[in-house]
T-cell receptor, first 113, second 113 residues
Framework: DGGITQSPKYLFRKEGQNVTLSCEQN?????MYWYRQDPGQGLRLIYY???????QKGDIAEGYSVSREKKESFPLTVTSAQKNPTAFYLC????????????FGPGTRLTVL | DQQVKQNSPSLSVQEGRISILNCDYT??????FLWYKKYPAEGPTFLIS?????DKNEDGRFTVFLNKSAKHLSLHIVPSQPGDSAVYFC????????????FGQGTTLQVKP
């Protein structure tokens, strides 16, 4: 049963703490992406990775960090430097960098108290 | 600078009627367009896409039309069903793109029984 999983579904953290969101895919996709969605807005790209051990900043990378040590995993760390971390975070993947259709995971709702 | 715009935040239609969701873009380098459907607290689901070499693509009840001269695309849903009630995002990518998608703000469709 192939797909993209994100965990946890809901996450609560205190202000000033770093938190890591998990994203795993078993689709054998090369490319993976992290987006953020805020109420009434579209999806904004945080980071993306076209291949293992390589990643690039998206449009709103400040306050976030990622790693891509394995093809199937692309964790996102929300650091204390991110000024407005409360949001819905979505991970996506696509077959490769030339394929535009991205498939999304179920998302993680992060609330910073 | 919003390169992809969905100017209607919401749309309400009667079950069985046609739903038309609109999307405008400003970047003439975009050559691939996608529509995603999203339920609350879930990840977007890919619906349908169209390449700039076409002006229409159809998949069951869903048809996407592309007007390149007007930089406009639309999604038609016929007939509309209550289960179609969701937020619809259009997205675009460009030539030489690294796989990045630019999303519109979304349109909330409500299909009334």
């Amino acid at each position: 049963d192939g797909g993209i999983t994100q965990s946890p579904k809901y996450l609560f953290r205190k202000e000033g703490q770093n938190v890591t969101l998990s994203c795993e895919q078993n689709l054998n996709h090369d490319a993976m992406y992290w987006y953020r969605q805020d109420p009434g807005q579209g999806l904004r790209l945080i980071y993306y990775s076209q291949i293992v051990n390589d990643f690039q900043k998206g449009d709103i990378a400040e306050g976030y960090s990622v790693s891509r040590e394995k093809k199937e995993s692309f964790p996102l760390t929300v650091t204390s430097a991110q000024k407005n971390p409360t949001a819905f975070y979505l991970c996506a993947s696509s077959i490769d960098r030339a394929t535009d259709t991205q498939y999304f995971g179920p998302g993680t709702r992060l609330t910073v108290l | 600078d919003q390169q992809v715009k969905q100017n209607s935040p919401s749309l309400s239609v009667q079950e069985g009627r046609i739903s038309i969701l609109n999307c405008d873009y400003t970047n003439s380098m975009f050559d691939y367009f996608l529509w995603y459907k999203k339920y609350p607290a879930e990840g977007p689901t890919f619906l349908i896409s169209i390449s700039s070499i076409k002006d229409k693509n159809e998949d069951g009840r869903f048809t996407v039309f592309l007007n390149k001269s007007a930089k406009h695309l639309s999604l038609h849903i016929v007939p509309s069903q209550p289960g179609d009630s969701a937020v619809y995002f259009c997205a675009a990518s460009g030539r030489g793109n690294t796989g990045k998608l630019i999303f519109g703000q979304g349109t909330t469709l409500q299909v009334k029984p």
